[in-house]
């Protein structure tokens, strides 16, 4: 039972041969305005207050798939917001999937930065993104793949994909399944394979680089995003 300040304490019990222990664990609800803290690796830090998850500090946040990350689990709920600081070197691979309230998310670095593997993908209530850093940003596949809230993106000249069709630094499907996209800016160099796949069908492109390249003009005949998007209005190419 909850008390008044939304605190309860749990009980447990063990009998060990003739004795008895009992331990007195208190515990307290948490709420969106506490603040959290941790690390998360040797010198990468998190800290968690008012909805914003910041990572700071430098190196890489590991995949999700392969340990469990120090935020647990729960916290998620309270997550509206993600900075990824200045000196951050990798977000692995699903490590932000399917984070139900996540709104924001916004980089800041300044150093090369890969997204793993569906780092953000299947998050429904995303509508923003903010590539704000001077650094590199390399992607993996899917990386904000089925994001259905959002509806407006600009992928800035720092985002860089490396020509491969699937893997790191493919790019593919990276905007794939968005269903609410409508427009996107892309100051990028590079337009990887299937990059709007299952978006709107009213989805304007707008390319700043007079020079973009296609991975399927350049390596296969046909539409240069993708004959999933062939309706899809491209402003600045022809």
């Known amino acids: ?73 729960y916290y998620s709920q309270n997550i509206k917001s993600i900075v990824i600081g200045a000196g951050c070197t990798s977000v692995g691979e699903r490590a932000f999937w399917r984070y ?21 993908a299947a998050c429904p209530a995303l509508k923003r993104i903010d590539f704000a850093g001077t650094g590199t940003i ?36 990276m905007f794939g399944g968005c269903k609410s996209l409508s427009a996107a800016t892309l100051d990028c160099a590079y337009i990887v394979p299937f990059p709007f796949e299952g978006c709107s069908g009213s989805l304007c492109l707008t390319f700043t680089d007079p020079n973009v390249r296609f991975y399927f003009l350049e390596n296969q005949s046909g539409h240069p995003i993708n004959t999933y998007n062939s309706a899809a209005v491209l402003v600045g190419h022809t």
């Open 1 to 73: 039972v909850w008390s008044e300040d939304d605190s309860f304490v749990v009980t447990l019990c063990a009998s060990i041969g003739e004795k008895t222990y009992v331990v007195e664990l208190p515990m307290k609800k948490m709420k969106a305005t506490d603040e959290f803290s941790g690390d998360c690796g040797a010198d990468v830090k998190w800290s968690l207050k008012d909805g914003v998850l910041t990572i700071s500090g430098s190196g890489a946040i590991p995949d999700a798939t392969s340990v469990t990350l120090p935020w647990p689990a």
């Open 100 to 120: 139900q309230y996540l709104e924001r998310v916004r980089f800041e670095n300044s150093v090369d930065l890969t997204l793993g593997d569906y780092a953000f």
């Open 138 to 173: 390399v992607p993996g596949d899917c990386v904000f793949e089925s994001c259905e809230a959002l509806s407006r993106v600009t992928i800035p000249s720092t985002v860089q994909m490396n020509g491969t069709y699937r893997g790191a630094g493919s790019g593919y499907r």
